[in-house]
């Protein structure tokens, strides 16, 4: 069995050392021997064993017939979605861990590799390592799903433990982030919560079956948390964490991203520095959790490595996945009940007790001329129209 | 598609309740309505809708060509064996729920199955609703498995944490667990490790592929843990928790059960009451750990759905499982390193210095004749001979 690898950065370069280190087991598990025909790469990397398979052009490996199936780890949406479309049409199966490219054009490539009979998957796109493309398609498949909360973001989780745990402001944290290459020099994605935001996109896509278009999901980053919110958090006995959440409630999917405040009861709780966590409540199964390492080279790799052994089991059958391209409508998240977390001036106390059910109070020393509060459950357009009428230093979600 | 359901107990009237409760979205699913033709029980159920697919003959089932897939949640060796042999030799599918069955014979089972070409599935065997069978098999193949732990007992992760939360000693927590129904009235499968062990059993063969008797698996349960020795880990900060587990070091593998304190860091530390969660270690993929209801009635049969589903897929197929009946020869655990808590007299104090290296000295108030040590790693034989030399009150595994 030859493969392509397309995109020899750090994913695709530890497709290779995956492939090459577990040659055997691979072949035991796959039925037939895995080895890389081509990488595709516009760069040079001389003194690199990989110059012996690296080509430039993708036309060589399209059209070889030998190569079966194609692992695209180049990100980013284009030329990613040419040319796996092409190859999907030209009936080779496709394993990429493209979150861009699956948020924006899963069910279309799916339809595709159902057509030719060849496989789609993309198992490392959420989670990197943690299986749960995978167990959300064929395991959990008696349930019907509830809500999917997940710390999906490794950068931001770090960002994050970091703040908690050294008391840092949220800028010293990222530098850290940064200068540790947990953190890109442009940051967005990942702190404005733009990377999270396509993979619950994804996830909730695969439960329900429809397509979800990541712009509609209200995304919020963690850019605004502070050192302060960090210890209040703490002496409420919770943690911050960045969430991409989908819930279904009566027949309604809601879907946002944002950070929330939770208890140390919360089985995503300890979930730490770049570790990344899915939690899956199914209305049979409950509560089920998959926990690892939510990117990096190796794991990541691994799970890309896990869908080229799939798709070499499956050669001539398409694995089922329940994407459609019919739209999913979300629907708004004002009407959704959360407990929150509110910081207001010293001053406006009384006022507080008036607007909000105040279900915890709390004051912080070295912060005398403020004080913090935890509501009751509230519907979020209710939170909004109070918090209209009340100076607001910053306000979380909660579950506490 | 027509299923038949054997044994009419809590987990097999779950599986009826969720093919009914779930019918829409498992036909979805599986790309086919699945119904129940017929329930095999001994018993009646007086006034039970059941009643109308009831038979107290297996006979009938196993020959009604129409009922293609067999659901066996009897529990128990036999005459679940003899039944689910005879169904595979007739071409018909089986999906189960006993961990003493598939522990046993998984490898013959699974043989047949390959050469009948249907399959032979048992995700609910081990973590109850927690997917880890199907991934073990589908989505942690790229890696070599180094490690697998997990809290594989929901009784005694449930008495060992109302110990811990209530500091009640373990008759106590015990008769707690029985009132509520957790544990049997003759509880000793799960506080003596049996069940745990027949689960790594399973999870044990699956990773690499041959049988492992469990009969050889050294089996410590939680009956010699004590009030005060829940006291001291948690003056250590940790928590004792009882543990299945098997590990290849150099083409070696060791399996063995026994209770062991863990640290605040390990992902499995905050696994509380009856649930359950498996870490599993990869050579590239590093830790992922899978959390969720280890047993009840509704989460089992979402699992044991879940392989009806896959069944009904793979009409004609068989989904490979890795697990030759070639036996793997387990090492002696008496080479392994571990840390060891041990509780010794007062008077014990100049001896146990010169016995042993100590990384932590504990006294508790209240038990002032008594002292407790942590030592560093050390080999369980060499723990072993120098714990002859002294007088032990007690010992616990260790990771601190």
């Known amino acids: 069995m030859k493969i392509a690898v397309l995109g020899y950065g750090t994913v695709g370069s530890g497709v290779v050392e995956v492939v090459k280190r577990n040659y055997d087991n691979i072949a035991k598990r796959a039925r037939e021997v895995i080895d890389i025909k081509y990488v595709l790469d516009l760069r040079e990397f001389p ?68 057509q030719r009979n060849v496989n789609f998957l993309f198992e490392a796109s959420v989670g990197g390592g943690i299986p749960i493309i995978r167990p959300l398609n064929q395991s959990l498949t008696a349930d019907e799903i509830e809500e999917i909360t997940g710390i999906l973001n490794g950068t931001t989780n770090y960002i994050l ?45 695969l439960a329900y079956g429809m397509q979800v278009q990541y712009e509609e999901i209200p995304t919020e980053g963690i850019t605004k948390i502070t050192a302060a919110d960090i210890r209040y958090a703490d002496a409420l006995g919770g943690s911050i964490k960045l969430f991409g959440t989908s819930k279904k409630v009566a027949d309604k999917v809601y879907a946002y991203v ?10 995503l709780y ?7 966590a899915i939690l899956v409540r199914g209305n049979v199964l409950g509560d089920v959790m998959f926990y690892g390492s939510g990117a990096g080279k190796l794991p990541t790799a691994s799970a890309v490595v896990s869908d080229v052994i799939d798709a070499v089991k499956h050669q001539g059958v398409n694995i089922m996945q329940l994407w459609s391209n019919k739209k999913l409508e979300l629907e708004a998240t004002k009407t959704l009940k959360n407990q929150f977390f509110v910081r207001v001036p010293a001053t406006e106390r009384e006022k507080a007790e008036k607007l909000f059910e105040i279900a915890e109070l709390v004051t912080l020393g070295g912060l005398e001329e403020e004080f913090a509060f935890l509501t009751t459950a509230m519907k979020e357009e209710t939170f909004e129209e109070a918090a209209a009428q009340i100076c607001v230093i910053n306000s979380i979600r909660a579950e506490l």
Do not use: W
């Open 47 to 114: 003194g690199d064993p990989v110059m012996e398979v690296l080509v430039h052009d993708f036309g060589t490996i399209v059209n070889d017939p030998e190569v079966k199936v194609i692992v695209e780890v180049m990100g980013g949406v284009e030329p990613a979605y040419t040319f796996v479309k092409e190859a999907l049409l030209k009936g080779k199966s496709v394993c990429t861990s493209n979150k861009e490219l699956v948020a924006k054009h899963g069910a279309e490539l799916l339809e595709i590799a159902r």
């Open 258 to 267: 944002a950070p929330k405040i939770i208890g140390s009861k919360h089985p």
């Open 270 to 276: 300890s979930v730490n520095g770049v570790f990344n």
């Open 161 to 205: 433990s970091k703040m908690k745990d050294e008391g840092v402001d949220f800028e010293d944290a990222l530098k850290e982030a940064q200068e540790k290459g947990y953190a890109e020099k442009n940051p967005a994605a990942d702190i404005e919560g733009y990377d999270a935001c396509r993979k619950i996109a994804i996830l909730t896509s």
